[in-house]
């Protein structure tokens, strides 16, 4: 079982790069959703889906956008990068619709110059 | 946005020591959780609470619900080296809500 996987592991951007991180997971999960992880800050939440072709805001989601187009993928874009979006990102899916039980990614570490 | 406050920020213990953790909110949440990271991984679900004042173990971790319904404890037990990593408490305003927020976590050492 592969469960959730990212790619990159790890990603160098300059700024105004655009570049999309891949997130699939194998589990039939409705429920997926993209954090970024940032020092003393915790997991904070981008985006989230609850089944193909729905998406919605999460607490951070200025200079992101998501699509849903298939049950397995979340793809999170970027498009045009920012020193600030310097962080690391979790792609994580849930087979409960509420989210509360979530597998994680190993996660992409992302870096702006 | 709004944070879930995790006390200690940071932990060095010897290895068979108890271990004991907290996360606070000035919010009241219905459901309660505790995750560890290992470095370089993401997260892992440990245990979920959905009743206040609820208790509930997972081999040698034990997390109460607080009855406040702001409050949710963590204690680890007889403490072993892959004990080591961050522990992040997460709150869910109401079943169903679909967003997570997240504590700053807990570094966990253990001293040889």
């Known amino acids: 079982n592969a469960g959730v996987t990212q790619t990159p592991k790890f990603q160098v951007l300059k700024t105004g790069q655009s570049m999309t991180l891949q997130c699939a997971q194998d589990?039939?999960?409705?429920?997926m959703s993209w954090y970024r992880q940032d020092p003393g800050m915790g997991l904070r939440l981008i985006h989230y889906?609850?089944?193909?072709?729905?998406?919605d805001q999460g607490e951070v989601p200025n200079g992101y956008n998501v699509s849903r187009s298939t049950t397995e993928d979340f793809p999170l874009r970027l498009l045009s990068a920012a020193p600030s979006q310097t962080s690391v990102y979790f792609c994580?899916?849930?087979?409960?619709?509420?989210?509360?039980?979530?597998?994680f990614g190993s996660g992409t570490q992302l870096s702006v110059l | 946005g709004q944070q879930l406050n995790q006390s200690p920020q940071s932990m060095f213990i010897q290895e068979g020591e108890d271990v004991s953790m907290n996360c606070t909110s000035s919010?009241?949440?219905?459901?309660w959780l505790w995750y560890k990271q290992d470095p370089g991984e993401g997260p892992v679900l440990l245990i979920a609470?959905?009743?206040?004042?609820e208790l509930t173990s997972n081999g040698r971790l034990t997390a109460q619900f607080g009855i406040t319904r702001k409050d949710s404890f963590l204690n680890i037990s007889a403490s072993i080296p892959s004990d080591v990593g961050i522990y992040f408490c997460?709150?869910?305003?109401?079943?169903?809500?679909?967003?997570?927020?997240f504590g700053t976590g807990t570094r966990l050492t253990i001293i040889p």
């Open positions: 609470l959905y009743k206040a004042g």
């Open positions: 889906s609850v089944g193909a072709g729905i998406t």
């Open positions: 994580a899916s849930s087979y409960s619709r509420g989210g509360e039980k979530l597998f």
């Open positions: 919010s009241i949440f219905n459901t």
């Open positions: 997460a709150g869910q305003l109401d079943f169903g809500n679909e967003k997570l927020t």
């Open positions: 589990m039939n999960h409705e429920y």
